[in-house]
Nanobody
Framework: EVQLVESGGGSVQAGGSLRLSCVAS????????IGWFRQAPGKEREGVAC????????YYGDNVKGRFTISSDNAKNPTYLQMDSLEPEDTATYYC???????????????????WGQGTQVTVSS
Protein backbone atom coordinates (compact mmCIF):
# COMPACT_ATOMS: atom_id res chain seq x y z
CA GLU A 1 0.00 0.00 0.00
CA VAL A 2 1.41 3.35 -1.02
CA GLN A 3 1.39 5.96 1.70
CA LEU A 4 2.50 9.57 1.68
CA VAL A 5 2.98 11.53 4.87
CA GLU A 6 3.59 15.27 4.95
CA SER A 7 5.10 17.22 7.80
CA GLY A 8 6.62 20.63 8.48
CA GLY A 9 3.59 22.87 8.24
CA GLY A 10 2.92 25.61 10.73
CA SER A 11 2.36 29.31 11.26
CA VAL A 12 4.84 31.95 10.17
CA GLN A 13 4.91 35.66 9.53
CA ALA A 14 5.14 37.08 6.03
CA GLY A 15 8.69 36.92 4.75
CA GLY A 16 9.47 33.81 6.77
CA SER A 17 10.34 30.30 5.68
CA LEU A 18 9.10 26.76 6.19
CA ARG A 19 10.28 23.41 4.89
CA LEU A 20 7.76 20.72 4.18
CA SER A 21 8.70 17.03 3.97
CA CYS A 22 6.96 14.21 2.17
CA VAL A 23 7.86 10.64 3.10
CA ALA A 24 6.59 7.92 0.80
CA SER A 25 6.36 4.21 1.44
CA UNK A 26 5.06 1.17 -0.38
CA UNK A 27 6.28 2.20 -3.83
CA UNK A 28 6.51 -0.69 -6.26
CA UNK A 29 7.23 1.32 -9.40
CA UNK A 30 10.63 2.43 -10.63
CA UNK A 31 9.81 5.88 -11.95
CA UNK A 32 7.42 8.41 -10.50
CA UNK A 33 6.80 12.07 -9.96
CA ILE A 34 6.22 13.73 -6.63
CA GLY A 35 4.13 16.85 -6.68
CA TRP A 36 3.20 19.41 -4.09
CA PHE A 37 -0.27 20.90 -4.31
CA ARG A 38 -2.14 23.35 -2.12
CA GLN A 39 -5.72 24.25 -1.46
CA ALA A 40 -6.99 27.34 0.29
CA PRO A 41 -10.55 27.56 1.64
CA GLY A 42 -12.99 28.23 -1.17
CA LYS A 43 -10.39 27.73 -3.88
CA GLU A 44 -9.45 24.92 -6.19
CA ARG A 45 -6.45 22.74 -5.49
CA GLU A 46 -3.48 24.06 -7.44
CA GLY A 47 -0.11 22.64 -8.35
CA VAL A 48 2.85 24.19 -6.57
CA ALA A 49 5.90 22.20 -7.66
CA CYS A 50 6.93 18.76 -8.84
CA UNK A 51 10.01 16.63 -9.32
CA UNK A 52 10.57 13.63 -11.57
CA UNK A 53 12.59 10.61 -10.54
CA UNK A 54 13.29 9.65 -14.17
CA UNK A 55 15.40 12.71 -15.01
CA UNK A 56 15.40 14.91 -11.91
CA UNK A 57 13.49 17.63 -13.68
CA UNK A 58 11.44 20.09 -11.65
CA TYR A 59 8.60 22.45 -12.36
CA TYR A 60 7.10 25.34 -10.39
CA GLY A 61 3.83 27.18 -10.52
CA ASP A 62 4.06 30.83 -11.46
CA ASN A 63 2.87 31.89 -8.01
CA VAL A 64 5.86 30.32 -6.26
CA LYS A 65 8.63 30.44 -8.83
CA GLY A 66 11.77 31.91 -7.32
CA ARG A 67 10.52 31.48 -3.74
CA PHE A 68 9.94 27.72 -3.39
CA THR A 69 12.38 24.89 -4.07
CA ILE A 70 11.52 21.21 -4.43
CA SER A 71 14.25 18.65 -3.82
CA SER A 72 14.89 15.06 -2.90
CA ASP A 73 17.75 13.57 -0.92
CA ASN A 74 18.00 10.64 -3.31
CA ALA A 75 15.94 8.92 -5.91
CA LYS A 76 13.35 7.86 -3.40
CA ASN A 77 12.86 9.70 -0.15
CA PRO A 78 12.06 12.15 1.29
CA THR A 79 10.93 14.99 -0.93
CA TYR A 80 11.19 18.50 0.44
CA LEU A 81 9.51 21.76 -0.37
CA GLN A 82 11.56 24.70 0.87
CA MET A 83 9.32 27.76 1.06
CA ASP A 84 10.98 31.15 1.41
CA SER A 85 9.64 34.71 1.31
CA LEU A 86 6.24 33.41 2.33
CA GLU A 87 3.23 35.60 1.67
CA PRO A 88 -0.25 35.54 3.23
CA GLU A 89 -1.51 34.28 -0.14
CA ASP A 90 0.51 31.09 0.45
CA THR A 91 -1.82 30.13 3.30
CA ALA A 92 -3.34 26.76 2.44
CA THR A 93 -3.31 23.07 3.16
CA TYR A 94 -0.36 21.56 1.33
CA TYR A 95 -0.50 18.04 -0.07
CA CYS A 96 2.14 15.84 -1.61
CA UNK A 97 1.13 13.36 -4.24
CA UNK A 98 2.76 10.64 -6.32
CA UNK A 99 2.27 9.72 -9.95
CA UNK A 100 3.71 6.41 -11.22
CA UNK A 101 5.20 7.65 -14.46
CA UNK A 102 8.49 8.15 -16.25
CA UNK A 103 7.11 11.24 -17.98
CA UNK A 104 8.70 14.49 -16.78
CA UNK A 105 6.29 15.95 -14.25
CA UNK A 106 5.85 19.17 -16.24
CA UNK A 107 3.60 17.16 -18.57
CA UNK A 108 1.51 15.47 -15.89
CA UNK A 109 -1.96 16.63 -14.97
CA UNK A 110 -3.35 16.60 -11.46
CA UNK A 111 -5.50 13.60 -12.35
CA UNK A 112 -2.44 11.49 -13.02
CA UNK A 113 -1.35 11.66 -9.39
CA UNK A 114 -2.82 8.49 -7.95
CA UNK A 115 -1.63 8.75 -4.38
CA TRP A 116 -2.10 11.62 -1.94
CA GLY A 117 -1.06 12.48 1.56
CA GLN A 118 -3.36 13.82 4.23
CA GLY A 119 -2.07 17.39 3.98
CA THR A 120 -0.29 19.82 6.28
CA GLN A 121 -1.50 23.30 7.11
CA VAL A 122 0.58 26.38 6.32
CA THR A 123 -0.57 29.72 7.68
CA VAL A 124 1.21 32.97 6.83
CA SER A 125 0.23 36.09 8.72
CA SER A 126 0.84 39.64 7.58
Amino acid sequence: EVQLVESGGGSVQAGGSLRLSCVASGFTFDDYAIGWFRQAPGKEREGVACISSSDGSTYYGDNVKGRFTISSDNAKNPTYLQMDSLEPEDTATYYCAAAPSDTPCYYLSRGEYDYWGQGTQVTVSS
